[in-house]
T-cell receptor
Framework: DAMVIQNPRYQVTQFGKPVTLSCSQT?????MYWYQQKSSQAPKLLFH???????NEADTPDNFQSRRPNTSFCFLDIRSPGLGDAAMYLC???????????????FGPGTRLTVT | AQSVTQLGSHVSVSEGALVLLRCNYS??????LFWYVQYPNQGLQLLLK??????LVKGINGFEAEFKKSETSFHLTKPSAHMSDAAEYFC??????????????FGRGTQLTVWP
């Protein structure tokens, strides 16, 4: 089945130790999104890629970076995690057909990040 | 600018009772509207979407929602709640065109509890 896969599902890292979360998709979608979701809150968009074009949200801290080496994979790098970065990180994909319309976003299961 | 308001952060119903989760939106252009469900430690799953076709939209698991432009609402309903419906529900709006094409704006979520 076509899907969005996130690895690992649970990640523990130490304060200040760089960590990378990965997302892959078999849907061949041209847009990939990274969201941060803290407990009992709505997902907050960090950035997204439209093909290779990177779009950063204005309030995303510089501590968060992303890479998209090809259509299928996208990575979220947290350079120096703080305790406040503990959250669920969700990857999503969609297709944008320009003026023809907008597809819904397909979400992965998420990676729960713990910072010790 | 788009925004979503979900009235009631917590809703409790008895099994078999009507489920009504409220969502109001604001959008300067024709909206696309979505309801997503999130189970604990899972990603978001699409329940249903409105994309300017029929105003009454049927989704998975017996849920449906009605788009009412005059009320700027997109409330989610289910005639008879089941224990398995207990989850967090998010309403989201997206633009049908414009510079933020495809971007989702989420409400803060409604936690649904179903009592036996």
């Amino acid at each position: 089945d076509a899907m969005v896969i996130q690895n690992p599902r649970y990640q523990v890292t130490q304060f200040g130790k760089p960590v990378t979360l990965s997302c892959s998709q078999t849907l061949n979608h041209n847009v990939m999104y990274w969201y941060q979701q803290k407990s009992s809150q709505a997902p907050k968009l960090l950035f997204h890629y439209y093909d290779k074009d990177f779009n950063n949200e204005a309030d995303t801290p510089d501590n968060f970076q992303s890479r998209r080496p090809n259509t299928s994979f996208c990575f979220l790098d947290i350079r120096s995690p703080g305790l406040g970065d503990a959250a669920m990180y969700l990857c999503a994909t969609s297709t944008l057909a320009g003026l023809a319309g907008v597809d819904e976003q397909y979400f992965g299961p998420g990676t729960r990040l713990t910072v010790t | 600018a788009q925004s979503v308001t979900q009235l009631g952060s917590h809703v409790s119903v008895s099994e078999g009772a009507l489920v009504l989760l409220r969502c109001n939106y604001s959008s300067s252009v024709p909206p696309y509207l979505f309801w997503y469900v999130q189970y604990p430690n899972q990603g978001l799953q699409l329940l249903l979407k409105y994309t300017s076709a029929a105003t009454l939209v049927k989704g998975i698991n017996g849920f449906e929602a009605e788009f009412k432009k005059s009320e700027t609402s997109f409330h989610l309903t289910k005639p008879s709640a089941h224990m398995s419906d207990a989850a967090e529900y998010f309403c989201a709006v997206s633009e049908a065109r414009g510079s933020t094409l495809g971007r989702l704006y989420f409400g803060r979520g409604t936690q649904l509890t179903v009592w036996p």
